[in-house]
């Protein structure tokens, strides 16, 4: 069973740095591309970061500059560096993955699994 466990949350002031990792378990064939969403309180989950399984990076432009997404494929593990955090930064924090299982006998089509997320907040 794939399962995707954030970590790293916190409370922290503005200003301050967290980073978040993601580890992907399970019987994995391949993963694909993987992210990071957030969902503030009252409003809609958003697109934070993504990278494709080639490292190609996308980003939103909220958090250009101050967030950097890196993967180690090795691990199947997804990471989120967060540097000058922001109030508005507040959220839960969701990574997700798009993959392949292994069933034994051959590979799954592909499938995008979430974890529970990760609470980040930015104290003023």
């Known amino acids: 069973q794939v399962q995707l466990v954030e970590s790293g949350g916190g409370l922290v002031q503005a200003g301050g740095s967290l980073r978040l990792s993601c580890a992907v378990s399970g019987r994995i064939f391949s993963i694909n591309a993987m992210g990071w969403y957030r969902q503030a309180p009252g409003k809609q989950r958003e697109l934070v970061a993504t990278i494709t399984s080639g490292g190609r990076t996308n980003y939103a432009d909220s958090v250009k500059g101050r967030f950097s997404i890196s993967r180690d494929n090795a691990k199947n593990t997804v990471y989120l560096q967060m540097n000058s955090l922001k109030p508005e930064d507040t959220a839960v924090y969701y990574c997700?993955?798009?993959?392949?299982?292994?069933?034994?006998?051959?590979?799954?089509?592909?499938?995008?699994?979430w974890g529970k997320g990760t609470l980040v907040t930015v104290s003023s």
């Open positions: 997700n993955a798009d993959l392949r299982e292994w069933t034994g006998s051959y590979p799954t089509g592909d499938k995008t699994y």
